[in-house]
């Protein structure tokens, strides 16, 4: 299995731009996270989704952020206007809720995102 | 809520010499627990878990933890390092009933020759 993939891995961009993250989850998986690490804060949970629905985007820092996830193969969180602050890594995790390994999250390498 | 505390932000430590990760977690209700290393420039990898059963876990890379209830800690070990193993290491549990993970701020652990 090829694991979580994200793209790109490296995006700079200058502020106000529109920022798009990609994530593949792995096959067969039908829960997704997506996640921010930085310095200050750590790894925070930004959204999370069931079955291509969100369920819980109560770490979605502002409006700015929005997350879809139009099949079960493909997630998108986007920026926009990005902002300096915004400047960190992003992860995606998936997993399954079926069978033996529901309870381990599978991240991908993460997008690392600078807003000048 | 769950929270996790990982004691120590810095650990050096020479190559060959054993290395311990403080963990300490708190939840009102029966958890699971990891730990995931980071190597870097990648994205987190599962070491170990513990779900339920013998306390002491074994993961991949030589690496160990114990779950020990009374004490709500969940320790990681390892009785040789390699500078392979130079990575940031986090501690996170989860609620058995939910999806969320709640992670440690993480231990950098730096292996020298």
């Known amino acids: 299995d090829a694991g979580v993939i994200q793209s790109p891995r490296h995006e700079v961009t200058e502020m106000g731009q529109e920022v798009t993250l990609r994530c593949k989850p792995i096959?067969?998986?039908?829960?997704l996270f997506w996640y921010r690490q930085t310095m200050m804060r750590g790894l925070e949970l930004l959204i999370y989704?069931?079955?291509?629905?969100?369920?819980?985007d109560s770490g979605m820092p502002e409006d700015r952020f929005s997350a879809k996830m139009p099949n079960a193969s493909f997630s998108t969180l986007k920026i926009q206007p990005s902002e300096p602050r915004d400047s960190a890594v992003y992860f995606c995790?998936?997993?399954?809720?079926?069978?033996?390994?529901?309870?381990?999250?599978?991240f991908g390498p993460g997008t690392r995102l600078t807003v000048l | 809520a769950q929270s996790v505390t990982q004691l120590d932000s810095q650990v050096p430590v020479f190559e060959e010499a054993p290395v311990e990760l403080r963990c300490n977690y708190s939840s009102s209700v029966s958890v699971y627990l990891f730990w995931y290393v980071q190597y870097p420039n990648q994205g987190l990898q599962l070491l170990l878990k513990y779900l339920s059963g013998s306390t002491l876990v074994k993961g991949i890379n030589g690496f160990e933890a114990e779950f020990n209830k009374s004490q709500t800690s969940f320790h990681l070990r390892k009785p040789s390092v390699h500078i392979s193993d130079t990575a940031e290491y986090f501690c996170a549990v989860k609620r058995r009933v939910d999806y969320k993970l709640s992670f440690g701020a993480g231990t950098t652990v730096t292996v020298r020759a």
């Open positions: 096959s067969g998986h039908n829960s």
């Open positions: 995790a998936s997993r399954t809720t079926t069978g033996s390994s529901t309870d381990t999250q599978y």
């Open positions: 989704f069931n079955n291509n629905v969100p369920i819980d």
